[in-house]
């Protein structure tokens, strides 16, 4: 049967329940949060004389948890417009609304007897067919659905989400014994398509797949730094970015998760899986007991092994747990040879290669933690999953991990890291040997741009992707059909005469080369193709210009070489354009300055849900160089209606530039005038965007394509609108918001978006505002203040935000 999600019923509005309705909320799906009524009144409540059957107090537990949620940071929802989708209720009197909705799901306490008595409710107003699932996270789905109707069993299953759904992608989905397949299948695409989610099919074994490794990953550290003898800093420098983790590394994740939980999940498992041949790994240290008895479980409790406190100066500071003394010490940086060598390289896979053969203890460490993990993960196969390649999605989904375990094992070389795993102790299970064997010497391999996993089921390689492999583009899958490339760019052919651009620059900067890349992909492209995408697989799509160079040519006084740079990229960005095939652009993550120009430029911007989006020049004392400020003009004039002062699109335009404002979400790019509704359109799922962007390509193509005519027609204000943005300029400075440099380049900017000093409204090209865009970016790479703050932002490390 063909299924339509219109309505979703979430029963229970927790920290996961509230988010979980926000997400889809967020996707445009009604609402329904429904909770348990007050046992007993508050005090507002008492001195308004209210009772238990007052509707606001049988509904302030949801509301309540609702409003929490949307205050929250990070913000659970993509727009805060979202909200009104949703509608809160009681279990007391909106249950029979259920019958309304199309998916319903239960994310109430984790304990059986409730979740039991939960699910009769919903069986006295559920319509037949209505899809039924539970949020658990370790009770089995078998035992959930006993005792319940043939049609809810048929139509129940386990959807594990991962807090908070809004940004970990992850989505489990666990069959019951008597789940209708079609539901399953159709969760997995529903997940996937309109969640964003990465949906993995899990077995009913405990703690499913993400928590049942990533738990045991964190044991296994945990024990591992008392075998080596190493500190919480120094696990926490080992198990981080450098081997593509999470910032917050093993022992911060546990302090956000909560010791509590951990300990429950660990324990949970531990319990439940008595031929685990790692079970012990599942023992819970005494240390870590005594945290629980000291209540020491993390964030929630405002201490765990990480304690924040304000020192003798007025200071934050964050203090770290000595395990021996239990007390908090100031944190200690950690040096190791290994580590040292590896993280001045940007490629993960390069630097693990270097990290698990340093003969130091970062080396014993890495060692003896990969070949337990890749013992492990090997023996959890078929126990947790049947494919290899749903426990890689989990951990990458579900915990940051930017490689999978299989993954990894792949990057050392089955084979050989194998036999020294067996060298070592650590075993493997039987079905590695017969893989091996079988002449099978990896994991994973690519055949015509589609990722292939070996399945030990199956002893062949299969698709790793859940859905249709052409919904998925993976740039560096297309490498054997590389068209052009470059130290810092490369060009692939995306099949359907569709040529695909990415490079790999630090932060994704953009520079010579880059700039080179995109003026020969596009040149390529009007000889022989339909048109090119323009994306990057990395988190991030681009901080922007290279502002080092920018600071070494204007630190150099060379300025007719930076005039000429400059010069390039609004050429380049015109090219973009101007091309006379159609250039789409599928953004990820942080898209800032010289970025978000190119966006501006692009005939369609396909952008990921989590999409960062903004010109940010003016934090570090610039205006937008490369088309932005001149784009957001043209975009100005065109937006003023009827009636309506022309000095409104612009005032709106000049301040989204004056404040260097950032989107938060792709949709919020939306409403900055970043994204167009009538152009562009959202990818929820990232790993969808390129693929939806060649299609976006293609229809553009085969619509006729023509190269569009340069403006000649944009109305600039001149010296009326000049005076108003003075006047509003003028008002920040004296309220001690703006300081004497900000107040020059604001000046600076309104300059351009005004066309100078004209003396009355005219009509300008293009190439006008450019000129005026460039002269004013030069003359501020002269300032002083403007080069202390490029010279800051090349010292942190970390691109330009608002």
Same mark, same amino acid.
């Given at each position: 049967m063909k299924r339509i999600i219109r309505k979703v019923a979430v029963l229970g509005s927790?920290?996961?329940?509230?988010?979980?309705?926000?997400?889809?909320?967020?996707t445009g799906v009604q609402v329904l949060l429904l909770d348990r009524t007050p046992s007993e009144?508050?005090?507002?409540?008492?001195?308004?004389?209210?009772?238990?059957?007052?509707?606001?107090?049988?509904?302030?537990?949801?509301?309540?948890?609702?409003?929490?949620?949307?205050?929250?940071?990070?913000?659970?929802?993509?727009?805060?417009?979202?909200?009104k989708h949703i509608k809160t209720g009681n279990f007391s009197d909106n249950m029979k609304d259920i019958s309304g909705c199309d998916w319903i799901i239960e994310v109430v306490v984790e304990q059986l007897d409730i979740k039991t008595a939960i699910f009769s409710e919903v069986e006295k107003y559920r319509k037949p067919g209505t899809l039924i699932s539970s949020n658990t996270s370790g009770i089995p789905i078998h035992l959930m659905n006993e005792g319940r109707s043939e049609d809810f069993k048929r139509h129940f299953c386990g959807t594990h989400f991962f807090n908070p759904p809004r940004y970990l992608r992850l989505l489990e989905i666990i069959p019951a014994p008597d789940t209708d397949p079609e539901v399953i299948q159709f969760l997995l695409e529903y997940g996937d398509l309109y969640l964003g989610k990465t949906t993995v099919l899990c077995k009913d074994s405990p703690a499913f797949i993400a928590n049942r490794v990533g738990v045991f990953s964190m044991m296994a550290i945990f024990k591992l730094m008392e075998k080596l003898q190493l500190n919480i800093d120094q696990v926490e420098t080992l198990t981080g970015p450098i081997i593509g983790r999470p910032k917050s590394a093993t022992f911060r994740t546990a302090d956000v998760v909560g010791l509590d939980t951990l300990v429950k999940v660990a324990r949970g498992i531990y319990e439940n899986c008595p031929s685990d041949e790692a079970r012990d790994t599942f023992k819970i240290p005494s240390w870590l007991e005594k945290m629980i008895a000291n209540n020491w479980l993390g964030d929630k409790t405002g201490q765990g092994f990480f304690s924040k406190i304000k020192n003798q100066k007025g200071e934050r500071e964050i203090l770290t747990l000595d395990l021996k003394s239990f007390?908090?010490?100031?944190?200690?940086?950690?040096?190791?040879?290994?580590?040292?060598?590896?993280?001045?390289?940007?490629?993960l896979k390069e630097r693990l290669k270097i990290?698990?053969?340093?003969?130091?203890?970062?080396?014993?460490?890495?060692?003896?933690?990969?070949?337990?993990?890749?013992?492990?993960?090997?023996?959890?196969?078929?126990?947790?999953?049947?494919?290899?390649?749903?426990?890689?999605?989990?951990?990458?989904?579900?915990?940051?991990?930017?490689?999978?375990?299989?993954?990894?094992?792949d990057l050392f070389g089955v084979e050989e890291t194998t036999k020294k795993m067996e060298a070592a102790g650590y075993k493997t299970a039987a079905w590695?040997?017969?893989?091996?064997?079988?002449?099978?010497?990896?994991?994973?391999?690519?055949?015509?741009?589609?990722?292939?996993?070996?399945?030990?089921?199956?002893?062949?390689?299969?698709?790793?992707?859940?859905?249709?492999?052409?919904?998925?583009?993976? =740039?560096?899958?297309?490498?054997?059909?590389? #068209?052009?490339?470059?130290? *810092?760019? $490369?060009?692939?052919? &995306? @099949?359907?005469?569709?040529?695909?651009?990415?490079?790999?620059?630090?932060?994704?900067?953009?520079?010579?080369?880059?700039?080179?890349?995109?003026?020969?992909?596009?040149?390529?492209?009007?000889?022989?193709?339909?048109?090119?995408?323009?994306?990057?697989?990395?988190?991030?799509?681009?901080?922007?210009?290279?502002?080092?160079?920018?600071?070494?040519?204007?630190?150099?006084?060379?300025?007719?070489?930076?005039?000429?740079?400059?010069?390039?990229?609004?050429?380049? =960005?015109?090219?973009?354009?101007?091309?006379? #095939?159609?250039?789409?652009? *599928?953004? $990820?993550?942080?898209? &800032? @300055?010289?970025?978000?120009?190119?966006?501006?430029?692009?005939?369609?911007?396909?952008?990921?849900?989590?999409?960062?989006?903004?010109?940010?020049?003016l934090g570090v004392g610039l205006i937008p160089g490369g088309g932005g400020t001149k784009e957001f003009v043209l975009r100005a004039a065109d937006e003023v209606h009827d009636g309506e002062p022309e000095i409104i699109p612009l005032k709106d335009r000049f301040f989204t530039i004056a404040t260097a404002k950032v989107s938060t979400s792709a949709s919020e790019a939306f409403d900055?005038?970043?994204?167009?509704?009538?152009?562009?359109?959202?990818?929820?799922?990232?790993?969808?965007?390129?693929?939806?962007?060649?299609?976006?390509?293609?229809?553009?193509?085969?619509?006729?394509?023509?190269?569009?005519?340069?403006?000649?027609?944009?109305?600039?204000?001149?010296?009326?609108?000049?005076?108003?943005?003075?006047?509003?300029?003028?008002?920040?400075?004296?309220?001690?918001?703006?300081?004497?440099?900000?107040?020059?380049?604001?000046?600076?900017?309104?300059y351009v978006m005004c066309g100078g000093d004209l003396s009355e409204p005219t009509e300008v090209s293009e190439q006008y505002l450019l000129d005026l865009e460039r002269q004013a970016f030069l003359s501020l790479c002269g300032e002083k203040k403007t080069l202390e703050r490029l010279q800051s932002v090349i010292k942190s490390g970390k691109p330009i935000r608002n």
């Open positions: 927790g920290v996961m329940g509230s988010r979980i309705a926000c997400h889809f909320a967020g009144l508050n005090a507002a409540e008492q001195l308004k004389k209210l009772t238990l059957d007052n509707p606001a107090v049988k509904n302030r537990i949801v509301n309540e948890a609702l409003t929490s949620a949307i205050k929250s940071n990070p913000s659970p929802v993509y727009n805060s417009e979202v909200v007390e908090y010490k100031p944190r200690e940086k950690s040096s190791f040879q290994g580590v040292d060598a590896a993280k001045p390289l940007d490629d990290l698990i053969q340093t003969r130091d203890k970062s080396g014993d460490f890495y060692r003896q933690f990969h070949y337990e993990l890749f013992s492990y993960v090997s023996h959890r196969i078929p126990e947790i999953s049947d494919e290899i390649f749903r426990v890689d999605d989990a951990m990458r989904a579900g915990f940051g991990w930017e490689i999978g375990a299989f993954e990894t094992w590695i040997k017969e893989m091996l064997a079988g002449g099978f010497t990896s994991f994973y391999k690519i055949e015509k741009g589609e990722k292939l996993a070996y399945s030990p089921a199956k002893k062949n390689y299969v698709s790793a992707l859940t859905g249709d492999p052409g919904a998925f583009i993976v =740039m560096r899958n297309f490498e054997n059909q590389t #068209i052009w490339k470059n130290s *810092a760019a $490369r060009l692939y052919h &995306l @099949g359907d005469e569709v040529l695909g651009l990415e490079w790999y620059t630090k932060f994704g900067t953009i520079g010579g080369e880059v700039i080179e890349g995109i003026q020969r992909s596009i040149g390529i492209a009007e000889e022989k193709y339909k048109g090119l995408v323009i994306a990057n697989e990395t988190q991030d799509f681009s901080a922007g210009a290279n502002i080092g160079m920018i600071l070494m040519l204007a630190v150099d006084q060379e300025f007719e070489e930076l005039e000429m740079a400059i010069r390039t990229f609004q050429n380049t =960005m015109m090219r973009v354009r101007y091309s006379a #095939i159609p250039v789409a652009i *599928a953004p $990820r993550g942080l898209t &800032l @300055g010289g970025a978000c120009e190119m966006s501006l430029h692009a005939d369609k911007i396909v952008p990921a849900a989590e999409s960062y989006i903004g010109l940010v020049e900055l005038g970043i994204l167009k509704k009538s152009r562009d359109f959202i990818s929820i799922n990232p790993d969808r965007r390129i693929a939806d962007a060649k299609n976006a390509v293609l229809d553009l193509y085969h619509d006729g394509y023509t190269t569009p005519l340069q403006r000649t027609d944009i109305k600039v204000l001149g010296r009326s609108g000049l005076g108003a943005l003075y006047a509003g300029i003028n008002v920040m400075w004296r309220g001690n918001y703006a300081t004497d440099h900000d107040v020059l380049v604001a000046k600076k900017l309104a």
